[in-house]
């Protein structure tokens, strides 16, 4: 099992990667990777110190059994957010491809393209941590939309596990 994760510091309208990675569980019995999951997180959480967090909404394809197990993943990630008092958004997955690429039936490689070229990646993203970044940015852009105002002028830092995002104040203004 693979989670990953994208931290981002933005004002809805820059945003710049701060860390991005995947947890990989390795091997085990499924309630042990799910162990492993909310332990780095925890590690993660308390690194960063986020405010918010976000997670991609499940996506039941034609795999009941994935997707059940996916719930529970998620479920871990929630619950470890949770416990840090942080609000938990969730985003389509529609939703958040239209939101870093422009249409929300877009590729895994073009939502990777346009994340490389958006935040100055340099390296080949993995396909976790691409996918953590890209809710990131959509709860960026979803944070600071008029819809939502009004917003504070300093930066927001944005982290994504597996399906999530987490958010913490940025202590410098823009």
């Known amino acids: 099992m693979i989670t990953g994760y994208g931290i981002i510091d933005s004002d809805g309208k820059k945003s710049t990667v701060v860390d991005y990675a995947a947890i990989r569980t390795g091997k085990g019995s499924f309630t042990e990777r799910l ?61 958040v491809k239209q939101n870093v690429v422009g249409t929300g039936g877009a590729t895994k490689l073009q939502v990777q393209q346009m994340l490389a070229h958006l935040l100055k990646i340099k390296q080949p993203l993995q396909a976790d941590a691409a996918d953590a970044l890209a809710v990131a940015m959509c709860h960026a852009h979803c944070m600071h939309s008029p819809l939502n105002m009004p917003v504070t002028k300093t930066a927001k830092r944005s982290m994504r596990f597996s399906e999530e995002i987490l958010h913490r104040q940025n202590k410098r203004s823009l």
Do not use: H
Not at 54 to 68: C, K, P, R
Not at 86 to 92: L, T
């Open 35 to 95: 162990a492993v999951i909310a332990e780095e997180l925890s590690i993660v959480i308390e690194k960063w110190q986020p405010q918010e967090a976000a997670i991609e909404d499940v996506f039941l394809g034609n795999n009941a059994s994935s997707a059940l197990k996916l719930g529970q993943a998620r479920g871990v990630a929630i619950a470890a957010c949770s416990l840090q008092k942080m609000p938990v958004a969730e985003y389509a997955t529609r939703l």
